[in-house]
């Protein structure tokens, strides 16, 4: 089987990640998986762009293979897109989904239901060695809810319900969220990329 690597050690992506390459015949290693440690990554970037290029890069130089990285979050409105690019430590440097969720919970409380508009996005960098790294960026729009739902997925999930849907991210199961998921939406732009692995 294809085998192709994932600059993350976030599981709840590879969760994602491992479903949505299966039908490809494509076996995602993240970097927790792989045999040599890797030291953590540092993400010094102001955009999920530049991050997902920090992580991407310095793994395809390491391993000298096309490597894809995810840099991804939630952006609010009525928070001005915080988190941003800081999703994973929102609530310290301790990366902590719970404590991430209920600071937004609390920074929302009196913000009502018409203002709790947001989106997940996901920026996909792929770096192979000798070429120019490749973005892509999958979005998905929703409302922040007013308390947590659900226990599928990870990070801001129980509080995030898709457009249109009565559910939570987390009330989902992978299957429905992996349909409609900014990580979905990015992966479909380099489907070609993915098929001639
Ligand atoms: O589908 C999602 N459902 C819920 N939450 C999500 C999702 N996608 C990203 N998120 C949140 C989790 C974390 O708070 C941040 C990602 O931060 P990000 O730096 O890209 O990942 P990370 O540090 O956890 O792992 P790594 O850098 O090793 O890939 O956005
Ligand atoms: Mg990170």
């Known amino acids: 089987m294809k085998e192709l ?20 015949g494509i076996k995602v290693l993240s970097l927790i998986d792989l045999t040599d440690p890797v030291e ?20 395809c130089q390491k391993f000298n293979t096309a490597v894809i990285a995810d840099d991804s979050g939630i952006a609010i409105d009525a928070l001005d897109g915080a988190p941003g690019v800081y ?3 929102y609530a310290g440097e301790k990366k902590d989904d719970q404590a991430n969720l209920e600071k937004v919970l ?3 409380a009196d913000v009502p239901r018409e203002d709790r508009t947001g989106r ?5 960098a792929i770096a192979q ?6 973005f892509k960026r999958g979005e998905c729009e929703g409302t922040i809810a007013f308390e947590q739902a659900g226990a599928h997925g990870f990070g801001y999930d129980p509080i995030f319900y898709p457009s249109d849907s009565a559910k939570t991210m987390a009330e989902l199961t992978p ?8 990580r979905r939406k990015a992966l479909d732009q380099i489907e070609n990329w993915v098929k001639q692995l």
């Open 5 to 24: 690597i994932i600059a993350t050690k976030n599981e709840g992506k590879m969760r994602d990640f491992r479903r949505l390459f299966e039908p490809y």
């Open 40 to 59: 953590d990554i540092e993400e010094t970037g102001t955009t999920f762009e530049a991050n997902a290029a920090i992580k991407a890069e310095a793994i």
């Open 87 to 89: 999703s994973a430590r």
């Open 106 to 108: 609390n920074e929302l």
């Open 120 to 124: 997940f996005v996901c920026v996909l």
């Open 129 to 134: 060695p000798e070429k120019e790294t490749i």
């Open 175 to 182: 299957e429905e969220k992996n349909q409609i998921s900014h």
